[in-house]
């Protein structure tokens, strides 16, 4: 049997729902992460920066676009160091101008993916897997990228069944 892990960055707060500002007691890649660990029995491993971003959306939105203009990488609470124990390992999180937040590329530069099967998961609201397939196979050099996992956020809290189905088809 496999042995799986979810890294993931997830938004708690006031985001971009389905054409609206909403709170969200829980982040959307959060709940789409527990998902994946109900269905298959993978590990979490959340990542969080020291710096939190605005809580406000649209504040939030211009340092994540600026964060990109310059190829940032925010500091993270904790850094996963290795990941020699996991065969696939899922890299989730929500788009942020077509790709994952920078925060995300912190922590996967640290980490050796060869011999790994790594499939990409965005939580969106319009734009898919965005580039997040092509991203993961320059970030995670060595490792097999598998299908992607595109959920619009909107439709999170009803998916689970679709996120399990997802997870047991690819996750083995």
Known sequence: MSRNLVIYY???????????????????????????????????????????????????????????????????KEYLRDIDDYDNIVIAGPCWWGTYPCAVFAQLEKLNFRGKNVFPVMTHEGSGEAKSRSDLKKFCTGAKVGKALAVQGALVPKSEEAVAKWAMKNLK
């Open 10 to 76: 997830s938004r708690k707060g006031q985001n971009y729902v389905a054409g609206e500002l909403k709170d969200l007691e829980k982040g959307n890649t959060e709940l789409v992460a527990e998902y994946i660990q109900a269905a298959v029995g993978a590990d979490l491993f959340e990542i969080e920066t020291v710096e939190e971003y605005p809580a406000d959306y649209m504040k939030c939105t211009e340092v994540a676009r600026q964060e990109q203009r310059d190829n940032a990488r925010p500091k993270l």
